[in-house]
């Protein structure tokens, strides 16, 4: 059974920096990419970042430079690490597997494309 368990988010100022991890069990790594999704209040679900499973990332333009997707697949580990935060990241952060073979592809993904999600952390930033 494949769990997807997310940890790491919380309440910030406009400015700081945030790191997300996403705990992987019962998942077996192949040629699909992972991500990060978020669901701000009366929004859809968006991709954020994906990375693919030769290493290769993609990231959503409105964080493009200030957010990093990185993967430890030895721990079994995705993280997001988040900097320069907004007001407008505030969401309830989602990490998911199983998508497209292209991060490129994945980050723009809809929900429906990833098979496995966890159940989210809760970021709220603050001006």
């Known amino acids: 059974q494949v769990q997807l368990v997310e940890s790491g988010g919380g309440s910030v100022h406009s400015g700081e920096s945030l790191r997300l991890s996403c705990s992987v069990s019962?998942?077996?790594?192949?040629?699909?990419?992972m991500a990060w999704f978020r669901q701000a209040p009366g929004k859809e679900r968006e991709g954020v970042a994906a990375?693919?499973?030769?290493?290769?990332?993609a990231y959503r333009d409105s964080v493009e430079g200030r957010f990093t997707i990185s993967q430890d697949k030895a721990r079994n580990l995705l993280y997001l690490q988040m900097d320069s935060l907004k007001p407008e990241d505030t969401a309830i952060y989602y990490c998911?597997?199983?998508?497209?073979?292209?991060?490129?592809?994945?980050?723009?993904?809809?929900?429906?494309?990833?098979?496995?999600w966890g159940q989210g952390t809760r970021v709220t930033v603050s001006s």
């Open positions: 019962g998942y077996i790594y192949g040629r699909y990419c």
């Open positions: 990375i693919a499973s030769d290493g290769k990332t």
């Open positions: 998911a597997a199983d998508g497209p073979s292209s991060a490129v592809i994945g980050v723009y993904a809809s929900h429906a494309d990833f098979d496995y």
